[in-house]
């Protein structure tokens, strides 16, 4: 196989952040930037890392995906409250073939895109990564960076291991994963952490501080494990919440992306990471009243203190 | 039976209204007093009243219990987070056949007093007013204000009807009731409104303005209701949430008290809204989840933004 061709779709703290590792690996990477377009068309992206600081001083730069070229691999870093963008922003991308990955949080995304391109190949993206950007071109990636790659409907095997090797000799440790379990396994620790820092205007450390929080983010972990063995995923049980609890400890206070999205007064991920989990555990049967309730909470605070 | 003698525990926006109505109707009545003791000593108490403000110049007013003279009725209008200062308070004031009023919030109020009272008679009282005290010796009755008296333990019928009386002949709107089914058809309000209030820094018209925290509301009265159902409770059922749903929407945007308390960083009542209640479902196995998510939510605010 050729080398890949590669198109970053929201070109952000994460998205950013990848398609300059692939970038600087040497592959051909088109970023569709938004607000900083003009200045990255001029003075390209930096990358400022805790392995190490890169520039790629001229990128190919769009402010419009209808300019851009199909690619083998569509990297999607856009917040999930603007999805429905794919819609238009994809279509000038894809040929038959092309891989999308949604670099994106939370659950029912791949079965979104799908029925809005039936039978394009689809993998999830589960960064692990703790990055921002905070001024224009400047991606300021603090620590991790990680990325597990689980195949959605993705029926060439060769492509999918092409795209993973790709991010492993970009210097990225990237690993393949069960789809369905890692999405899940993800939402253990997201659903929790991100709408409580949130709600309580606090971070992560000291959540687990307080025995009554504490108790509530384990009880929390465990609906969202219930959900995923009611739906069939049986390899998440309690030891992987001890486990988030565990690492969750070990980490510096952090305020998760939903917490700085309703800092900044941006519109929340409520409905992926929320209100679609909950959707498919109910049609099973499963529910999950506290983070339901935590999700009222965050609707009531984004209408009501977002005005969004 | 002669006219009976009165001591009011807890001279606050409650207590200092009923103990008032009481003083102007001629019953004899002594005010145990904290902040304003001296105040009330030398200029009395004054309530301004939707039904008419009136003064009691000259009040019986105490700095202290020990110094206050034995009665025949009690009503305790203390904040509940002070609960424990009752063993102490009490004592004084109490022959065998005091009947000690707790006209607070709350459930599991009654058990503990009879705990550390043995045989002593108690009833609840169970206040629904829109009563305020900001400034010494002044009560603000803004509306309302009628008293439920229910029954806990007290076996002379004549003397709890004589109470009963004495609040009717004071122009209250007063009636027995029954009392477990009064403590928990509080706590169908109660629970829900006092710390949502505080948990979204907002008032009831907003919390059922937003579809998502209107439905929140009604699923943490439900909670309520199945509780007291298996507490025994079955004259309450969903048309009651309901009744409360409409009840709140007919009135002027609240703030309960929790909400007040948490305004000017007092400790919040949680013991007995919250984890009692919480605990008696438990005990017979029913579990109230979104309930228990707030009263740790309102644990966290209050050690992390309170600091008590």
Redesign the interface.
């Known amino acids: 196989m050729s080398q890949l061709s590669y198109a970053v779709v929201g070109t952000g703290a994460i998205g950013g952040y990848y398609g300059a590792k692939m970038a600087r690996l040497g592959r051909e990477v088109h970023f569709l930037l938004h607000s900083d377009y003009e200045y990255v068309r001029e003075h390209g992206l930096c990358v400022c890392s805790c392995d190490g600081d890169f520039a790629l001083p001229q990128v190919n730069a769009y402010g419009d995906a209808s300019a851009m070229p199909k690619v083998d691999v569509v990297l999607v870093g856009l917040k999930s409250t603007n999805q429905h963008l794919l819609r238009t922003l994809l279509p000038p991308l894809l040929h038959e073939n092309t891989l999308v990955v949604l670099i994106q949080n939370g659950i029912g995304l791949e079965a979104d895109v799908q029925e809005w391109f039936p039978g394009q190949p689809l993998a999830a993206g589960l960064a692990f990564i703790c990055s921002s950007k905070t001024e224009p071109g400047i991606i300021n990636h603090q620590c991790y960076g990680s990325i597990n790659l689980g195949n959605y409907s993705c029926r060439s095997a060769s492509l999918f291991e092409a795209v993973l090797n790709d991010f492993i000799e970009a210097g990225i440790d990237a690993h393949e994963v069960n789809y369905a379990e890692a999405r899940w396994k993800k939402a253990v620790w997201n659903m929790p952490f991100n709408g409580m820092t949130v709600?309580?205007q606090?971070q992560t450390d000291?959540?687990l501080k307080?025995p009554?929080?504490r108790?509530?983010i384990y009880?929390q972990m465990m609906e969202v494990i219930g959900a995923a063995n009611v739906l069939g995923i049986d390899t998440i049980d309690e030891s992987f919440a001890q486990k988030m609890m565990q690492m969750t400890d070990d980490m510096v206070p952090y305020s998760p992306s939903m917490r700085l999205d309703y800092d900044f007064r941006r519109p929340m991920e409520i409905h992926y990471i929320y209100s679609r989990p909950i959707a498919e555990a109910r049609a099973v049967g499963f529910e999950m009243?506290?983070l339901e309730?935590?999700?009222?909470?965050l609707?009531?605070?984004e209408?009501?203190y977002l005005g969004h």
Chains 1, 2 share one sequence.
Do not use: G, S
Request: aromatic share 4%; net charge neutral; proline share 4%.
């Open positions: 709600a309580l606090t000291k959540l307080h009554a929080t108790q509530l009880d009243p506290r309730m935590l999700e009222r909470e609707m009531f605070m209408k009501e």
